[in-house]
């Protein structure tokens, strides 16, 4: 084998290693998403003011915090939150525009969605 081969080779092999190395780091971030029904988790208590626990994520109580018939913040232990819209791709849950809170929990992301009319949207 000449030595131009054996470079073109060990070129390939490096490029390959690397996407392989690559494509490895992605799905080790990657997170799986759990996506919850908000609206049905709370049913009557949407009509009652105040902070009501509607799931657990691990040993963290999810806390909505309803006022006037409206989901005004919810919590989850020390996990951090974010407010979310539903993506379009994922309107199955709700035929509508939804709104969301949503939680890290490491490998997993829990959200919680509700329709517009049971948030105080931000």
């Not at 018939?69 to 539903?86: E, F, H, Q, T, Y």
């Amino acid at each position: 084998m000449t030595t131009k081969r054996m470079r073109l080779a060990r070129f390939a092999l490096a490029v390959a290693g690397i996407c392989m190395m690559s494509l490895a780091g992605r799905i080790a971030l990657a997170q799986y998403q759990h996506f919850n029904n908000g609206h049905s988790l709370l049913g009557a208590k949407l009509s009652q003011d105040g902070k009501h626990e509607i799931a657990k994520i691990g040993n963290n109580a999810v806390i909505a915090d309803v006022s006037n018939k409206k989901v005004v913040d919810m919590s989850a232990g020390n996990l951090p939150v974010r407010k979310a819209r539903l993506p379009s791709s994922r309107r199955g849950l709700f035929p509508y525009e939804a709104y969301g809170y949503c939680f890290d929990a490491g490998s997993d992301e829990y959200c919680y969605w509700y329709p517009p009319r049971d948030v105080d949207r931000w």
